[in-house]
Nanobody, 119 residues
């Protein structure tokens, strides 16, 4: 089975920075596109940033220029560097991974990590 272990959330003042990490593991699995999504109270889950195994990144317009997603394929780990944080970035952040084993494709979610930005 696949495990996604997230870390790095917390409380920060507006304008501050946080770095999230998500380590994926699973015997026999290869990890393809991975990404970060977030869900604020009363709102649907939304894409924040995704990155392919080749390193191509995609960002939500609301975080472009402030957030950077990166990936260490040797560790099956992705990172989200969040700078210039705003109160509207407050949400639970979820790691997502597309994985494959043999000829089957799967999609997995982490447990979520809380990010709170105070004004």
């Amino acid at each position: 089975q696949v495990q996604l272990v997230e870390s790095g959330g917390g409380l920060v003042q507006a304008g501050g920075s946080l770095r999230l990490s998500c380590a994926a593991s699973g015997s026999g699995f290869s990890f393809n596109a991975m990404g970060w999504y977030r869900q604020a109270p009363g709102k649907p889950r939304e894409m924040v940033a995704t990155i392919t195994s080749g390193g191509s990144a995609n960002y939500a317009d609301s975080v472009k220029g402030r957030f950077t997603i990166s990936r260490d394929n040797a560790k099956n780990t992705i990172y989200l560097q969040m700078n210039s944080l705003k109160p509207e970035d407050t949400a639970v952040y979820y790691c997502n991974a597309a994985a494959s084993r043999w000829r089957y494709d799967y999609n997995y979610w982490g447990q979520g990590t809380q990010v709170t930005v105070s004004s």
